[in-house]
């Protein structure tokens, strides 16, 4: 699909605003959700990997190739989170 | 679980060794959690410069209050002064209980074992006393690495638990001074395998200790041929 091409109405899709109940229960606890690294394609739990906070913000990293797979920053009045380094979340819903 | 800083209280404080001590915090709200679960702490010095640390909660005190025992480290920003000039009454910033992965509940099953080096026994001790007090039936052990008697945490009801307590075996592994009948010495791989449920048993094991103390014993679990998976680590950094 060319990138450029511009939105035209469609019948396909609502507003992102429906998407709030489902994003609701990543307010469950994130550490036990098993993150695959964009690097190298090892699983685990978030709570295993490698969590280094002498750096400006939190940065986690993959504990087995080391690559970083998010950092958290605290500015305060806002949460500046990056996850370049994560492929894939699974989060378990009892 | 509050996901927002809220204020607590000191409610009560003990000294656990000589270096480190047991605080119990207040809360405006009921407070529940599991056992392994820590708080994050946030002191603000009067130039707005912040430092938040996590403590592992040792006890759960219902419905308000909850304990959580802290070490003091020499190098350390917030420890000397949680151990040595907070005082009961005063308030302090808390986040939590959070953590959901380095856990254990009663129901989820057994064996249980668990493995400390030093102050790492605290979340460990929480998931003991929640097995004693659900008079779990769950076979459970704990190996207990102190440098010596006098660094041992909880001392006396570890003893109450594993006399009264035939669900339970505790041992304690003494690094630089043994009480008399005891030997001193670094743990070691064949120490750890002789105080572990075998393999075949497929015990949960929980770890908690310096990041040396864990690198080494889990390793020493999985040549043992324990499944990776069955072990859960937390290191307490240092």
């Known amino acids: 699909m060319d990138s450029t091409q511009e939105y035209s109405p469609d019948q396909e899709h609502v507003d992102g605003n429906a998407l709030a109940g489902a994003l609701d229960q990543f307010v469950a606890d994130l550490t036990s959700a098993d993150c695959m690294c964009a690097g190298c394609g090892t699983s685990g739990p978030l709570a295993a990997a490698l969590l280094y906070r002498q750096a400006p913000g939190m940065v986690l990293r993959c504990p087995s190739c080391t690559a970083v797979l998010l950092c958290l920053t605290d500015q305060g009045d806002r949460q500046i989170l990056t996850v370049d380094g994560v492929r894939r979340l699974v989060i378990s819903t009892p | ?238």
Do not use: K
């Not at chain 2, 219902?62 to 070490?71: A, D, F, G, N």
């Open chain 2, 1 to 238: 679980m509050r996901r927002t800083w809220q204020t607590a209280q000191v409610s009560a404080a003990r000294p656990e060794t000589a270096d480190a001590r047991t605080i119990r915090l207040r809360f405006p709200e009921p407070v529940t959690g599991t056992a392994g679960q820590h708080v994050d702490l946030r002191l603000t010095a009067e130039d707005g410069y912040q430092a938040v640390r996590s403590y592992s909660v040792a006890a759960w005190v219902p419905p308000y209050e909850l304990e959580v025992t802290v070490e003091e480290l020499d190098d350390g920003e917030v420890s000397p002064f949680l151990v040595g000039v907070l005082a009961v009454g005063d308030d302090l910033e808390v986040r939590g209980p959070v953590g959901g992965w380095f856990t254990w509940t009663p129901d989820n099953g057994g064996p249980l074992q668990l493995i400390a080096g030093g102050s790492g026994v605290v979340p460990l001790m929480a998931m003991l006393r929640s097995h004693s007090e659900s008079r779990s039936a769950v076979p459970a052990r704990l190996l207990y690495s102190v440098r010596s008697p006098a660094s041992m945490f909880y001392g006396g009801e570890l003893a109450v638990i594993g006399q009264e307590n035939s669900q339970v075996r505790l041992d304690i592994a003494y690094s630089r001074e043994a009480p008399e009948g005891a030997t001193a010495g670094r743990l070691t791989h064949e120490a750890v395998t002789a105080s572990c449920f075998p393999p075949e048993d497929a015990p949960a094991i929980y770890i908690c200790g310096s990041t040396g103390f864990v690198e080494a014993v889990s390793s020493w679990l999985v040549e043992d041929g324990h499944e990776p998976a069955r072990i859960r680590t937390e290191r307490y950094g240092g």
